[in-house]
């Protein structure tokens, strides 16, 4: 996860500051929250399930809020936060480093464009325009859009119309047609009986070069860690891409298709429309989803595979006989 430009944390805290219910006897300064991979030894980390066991053997975080069943898969100089809910207690640390986080709210630093800023663009009309924005040259951005504080736009992009970008990162040729939302705060809160906790989503939104992204799509920054779209992907009208989600190169994703958080996508991956893919899976490279499946456990590579729950296609075709 790169530099968080986005967001100003409030840290660093002590840890014991952190967690002073749980009453650890530890003074030491936490200065960041970090996924497991991307921690290093000044942030606290979170470790909920043993999916990522790869990533909590080897991480370098400081600490780790985790369970008393998981913790010992932790490295030995990683002090475990031992709680009996990992994301209700990583909630309430993520709101004490960053308590702005779990609302957007206007960007009050847009404006008009500075035409003498951006010489080679070409602005559609009402365009606004935020404080330290990149956008690369002869870019065109639409009639209406609004592109917030510290986004930036690589060269020769495509952004159209009605279009709200934020907490994103954009590289060169990317085509974003009319009306999509791109970095807002996905869906993510603690259920609670009275009222909801929200999570603060502090992760940005990567977009890599060559990706076409078609009319009305919603792609939704990370929670903790970033969200990402590879090379040369092409997305269809009306797709949902949640929080954390990382699709490789070279993918086609048909119209309507939903990305549960934190699944990763492999490389070559085509996907037909109004398909579904839960949460936290892994979709190998070369795959291939038939249009309206229910994907809901991890895919290997080069397969094919359709229906609900899907399966592979000689056994959707074996069991559609029956």
Do not use: W
């Not at 749980?22 to 003074?27: E, F, L, P, R, S």
């Not at 960041?32 to 080897?58: G, M, R, T, V």
């Amino acid at each position: 996860m790169s530099k968080n430009i986005f967001f100003t944390t409030e840290g660093p805290y002590l840890l014991d500051e952190l967690f002073e219910h749980i009453k650890i006897n530890n003074k030491t300064k936490i200065f960041d929250i970090k996924s497991l991979n991307s921690a290093s030894d000044k942030h606290l980390s979170f470790y909920d399930s043993i999916i990522y066991k790869d990533f909590a053997i080897k991480t370098r975080a400081l600490a780790c809020i985790t369970t008393e069943k998981l913790k010992k898969d932790l490295p030995n100089n990683c002090i475990p936060i031992i709680v009996k809910n990992v994301l209700y207690e990583l909630c309430k640390v993520t709101k004490k480093f960053y308590p702005t986080a779990d609302v957007d709210t206007l960007d009050k630093l847009v404006s008009f464009p500075d035409k003498s800023k951006y010489p080679s663009i070409i602005f559609g009309n009402n365009v606004l325009i935020g404080n330290n924005c990149q956008i690369g040259e002869h870019s065109v951005v639409g009639s209406n859009t609004i592109i917030e504080s510290n986004v930036s736009i690589g060269r020769y992009c495509t952004i159209g119309a009605n279009i709200t970008i934020k907490n994103s990162l954009i590289g060169d040729n990317v085509v974003i047609q009319d009306g999509c939302k791109i970095g807002l705060k996905g869906f993510g809160f603690i259920p609670a009986k009275n009222k909801n906790l929200k999570f603060p989503h502090i992760g940005q939104v990567h977009i890599h070069k060559n990706v076409e992204i078609a009319s009305n799509c919603t792609i939704d920054r990370g929670s903790i860690d970033d969200t990402i779209i590879g090379e040369n992907t092409y997305l269809d009208n009306q797709v949902h891409v949640a929080h954390n989600v990382k699709i490789g190169k070279n993918c086609m994703i048909a119209g309507q298709v939903g990305f549960g958080g934190s699944s990763v996508i492999g490389d070559n991956v085509s996907i037909g429309g109004q398909a579904g893919i839960s949460g936290h899976l892994k979709i190998g490279n070369n795959v291939k989803i038939g249009g309206g499946s229910g994907v809901v456990k991890d895919v290997p590579d080069n397969c094919v595979i359709m229906g609900y729950p899907a399966v592979s296609l000689k056994n959707f075709i074996k069991n559609s006989k029956k």
